[in-house]
């Protein structure tokens, strides 16, 4: 039986959508993190501007 795995990589996303909304933010790095106490503060996405930087 064949199986095919589907991977769907969308970590900038939600941080795309988010300047594509607020034209204010498109020439800035975004980042989008969780909730600190539920998510320990992780990076959920991150546009490209902001992954150039590091």
Do not use: T, W
Request: some cysteine.
């Amino acid at each position: 039986m064949d199986r095919i795995i589907l991977h769907s990589d969308m970590n900038n996303f939600y941080a795309s959508v988010e300047c594509l909304y607020d034209p204010l933010l498109r020439d800035k790095p975004v980042a989008v993190g969780g909730d600190p106490q539920v998510r320990h503060g992780i990076v959920l996405a991150k546009n490209d501007i902001a992954k150039n930087v590091g």
